[in-house]
């Protein structure tokens, strides 16, 4: 498999960098399944709102099959884009047998002074 660097591509969707998958993956089973997130030198976290994770945990407990930890085949799905001051994220969220579902976690990725910031957004069906 090829590496995926960070690029700054406006207006063309590309998969999301190799640096941010842990910490993304670590985002997703905490929203999905309460597993706690590990810290991660290079990617910050930003703090989830509280309505942001009730709204989508709602939208988990209504999902017709139940979901389990992110797996990896999630990230031939999932895409990244440039906007100009913030990479946009939509990773497809995983079933507990590991199929790849329509539910998406959305977040933004910042530049930081120390490589980069992840703020959490919505999971929801686009």
């Not at 670590?26 to 009730?54: C, N, R, T, Y």
């Not at 969220?93 to 199929?99: E, F, I, R, V």
């Amino acid at each position: 498999m090829a590496f995926i660097p960070v690029e700054k591509r406006l207006d063309e969707q590309l998969q999301v960098p190799d640096l941010w998958r842990p910490a993304l993956k670590q985002l997703a089973d905490f929203m999905v399944l309460g597993l706690s997130p590990g810290a991660d030198p290079l990617v910050a976290m930003g703090s989830i709102d509280e309505d942001i994770l009730k709204i989508s945990r709602g939208n988990i407990k209504a999902y017709p099959d139940p979901l389990g930890e992110l797996a990896e085949s999630a990230w031939s799905t999932s895409v990244s884009y440039w906007i100009g001051d913030c990479w946009k994220l939509l990773i497809d969220l995983t079933a507990a047998d590991g199929t790849v579902t329509d539910l998406v976690l959305h977040a933004e990725v910042k530049e930081t002074e120390s490589g980069y910031a992840i703020e959490p957004g919505l999971i929801y069906v686009p």
